[in-house]
């Protein structure tokens, strides 16, 4: 059964409103793998994008409400997102697509609906860039650009995604279920959830405790991937919090430049609350107010216990993907002390983040990162790193040449060469704003597929493409992302 035939309380249709002189910029192959989709011209896929498509004609959105910067909004919902329904794919998975940019829904307050070509084709290469990390996320597979003019800070085109998940519940839909009182509605969504997205859980007894302890761990792990990547979120209000535990809503995300656990990705975040490095301990904090909701189906001292084991879930999981990163699988008494040393370092020196990594897996890289740094604190501390760095290499690969070359190859397998740097999209953005069609949108095509190809291999050498693994230019350092997309 879909979310809209179980849950019909949280649904509401909606009119689409579709853009003018619709333009494909991307079809994923994956969208063929639809039946619906898999035998339509490019021409029809973009009317069902567009909410033109004579049959799927049956739009709708949902209610939600959240706590957005640490205040409670009574009432949020999809403002822009129309969900085109639920599709079964070629594994037999059932999937919702959803459209986001197709106009005013009920919970437009005072938006109009719309989503501009800036925000979506960074929501689009960012989705296809988390998934090949092997990050959990909503995917997205298809955009399409217009003539339409969006006002924002400035006029800008609006543009549609497609995108897709399992699901696109979210912890404000819990939140609003509870907070108005729909109790009996809330048990019939909480059941929803863990029969189609924690089946292993559905005839257990203890179903709704199995269930938060997974969406606990889920979430930790989702965290520790974000802070092993350097992706930072940047409005991580809690409808913008996934029940399944993706990566959902990219918005003023950035990913690092250098490291700084002080970075601040969305301009409109003054106070710094999603800061890169408040990430882990804002989630658990929506996971608290998740858990103000489950009163009535978990006790609240096991509510309590259950986020009593986020932190160590979430350093777990954290320090064995850094480690990964480092070339380093085993378990050893000064993993602790190496972190301290490794982010340390980083912090204070301001190397490329990704660089770093991709550096440590060269020949004579050590020697090669210290050649680079500048102020005798970072020396100091590359130093300390170094130490306890190179007796862990020893230990674990030993230094004959053959298995030097076997961890580089390890680490070049999980070191991404390509990462979304905000500049590159930028400058497609920035060039898609001057093209009024002819060869100039050619050129912004055949960049965006340029990039994207990269993104989705990111942890291979692609021919000509040097350039997209470059460390963002002095002129692009201070684009300012807002939340206005
Ligand atoms: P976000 O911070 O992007 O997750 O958005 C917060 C809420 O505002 C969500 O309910 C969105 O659907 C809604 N929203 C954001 N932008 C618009 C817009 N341009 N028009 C209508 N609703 C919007
Ligand atoms: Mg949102």
């Known amino acids: 059964m879909t979310l809209k035939q179980r849950l019909p309380f949280m649904v509401f249709p909606v009119q689409a409103k579709p853009l003018k002189n619709p333009n494909i910029v991307f079809i994923d192959e994956d969208l063929k793998s639809f039946n619906e989709f898999s035998a339509m011209p490019t021409s029809e896929i973009v009317k069902v994008v567009n909410g033109e498509h004579e049959n799927f004609q049956d739009l709708f959105s949902t209610v939600y409400c959240g706590h957005q910067f640490g205040y409670f909004v009574p009432q949020l919902g999809d403002g822009r997102a129309s969900f085109l329904g639920t599709f079964k794919n070629h594994r037999g998975n059932l999937v919702e697509l959803q459209m986001k940019g197709l106009g005013r829904t009920p919970f437009s307050r005072r938006g109009d609906g719309r989503a501009v070509f800036r925000s979506s084709l960074r929501e689009y290469l960012c989705s296809h860039a988390m998934k090949a990390l092997g990050i959990p996320t909503t995917e997205a597979l298809a955009l399409i650009d217009s003539e339409e003019i969006v006002y924002r800070e400035e006029k800008e085109w609006g543009a549609?995604?497609?995108?897709?998940?399992?699901?696109?519940?979210?912890?404000?839909?819990?939140?609003?279920?509870?907070?108005?009182?729909y109790k009996n509605e809330l048990e019939k969504l909480l059941d929803y959830t863990i029969e189609h997205f924690y089946p292993d859980y559905y005839s257990h007894p203890n179903a709704y405790v199995l269930f938060f302890q997974d969406l606990v761990k889920r979430t930790a792990k989702l965290m520790a991937n974000w802070q092993t990547y350097g992706f930072c979120h940047g409005v991580m209000n809690t409808d913008n919090m996934s029940l399944l535990g993706l990566t959902i809503d990219y918005g003023p995300f950035g990913f690092l430049e250098a490291f700084d656990l002080k970075h601040i990705c969305n301009h409109s975040d003054h106070e710094g609350r999603y800061a890169f490095g408040e990430q882990p301990l804002v989630a658990?904090?929506?996971?608290?107010?998740?858990?103000?909701?489950?009163?009535?189906?978990?006790?609240?001292?096991?509510?309590?216990?259950?986020?009593g084991t986020y932190r160590e879930l979430f350093n777990l999981e954290y320090l064995r993907l850094m480690k990964k990163r480092l070339g380093l699988q085993s378990s050893n008494e000064l993993d602790a002390e190496l972190m301290n040393v490794l982010l340390n370092f980083l912090q204070v020196s301001a190397v490329d983040y990704h660089g770093f990594f991709r550096n440590l897996a060269e020949k004579d890289g050590l020697e090669f990162i210290f050649s680079q740094l500048k102020s005798a604190e970072s020396k100091a501390s590359f130093d300390q790193f170094k130490k306890i760095y190179q007796a862990r290499i020893d230990l674990e690969w030993g230094r004959e040449e053959e298995s030097e070359q076997k961890r580089f190859d390890f680490m070049n397998s999980v070191n991404p060469i390509y990462v979304l740097r905000n500049y590159l999209a930028q400058k497609i953005i920035d060039q898609h704003r001057y093209s009024d069609q002819g060869n100039k949108r050619d050129q912004v095509l055949c960049e965006s597929q340029r990039l994207l190809k990269v993104l989705q291999r990111p942890f291979d050498w692609h021919e000509g493409c040097d350039d997209l693994s470059r460390v963002c230019p002095a002129e692009f350092l201070n684009i300012e992302i807002s939340c206005s997309s």
């Open 160 to 181: 549609i995604v497609l995108r897709a998940a399992p699901s696109f519940l979210r912890f404000g839909h819990v939140e609003f279920l509870y907070h108005h009182g």
């Open 284 to 307: 658990l904090w929506n996971l608290e107010r998740l858990a103000d909701c489950l009163g009535d189906f978990i006790d609240q001292d096991t509510l309590k216990r259950t986020l």
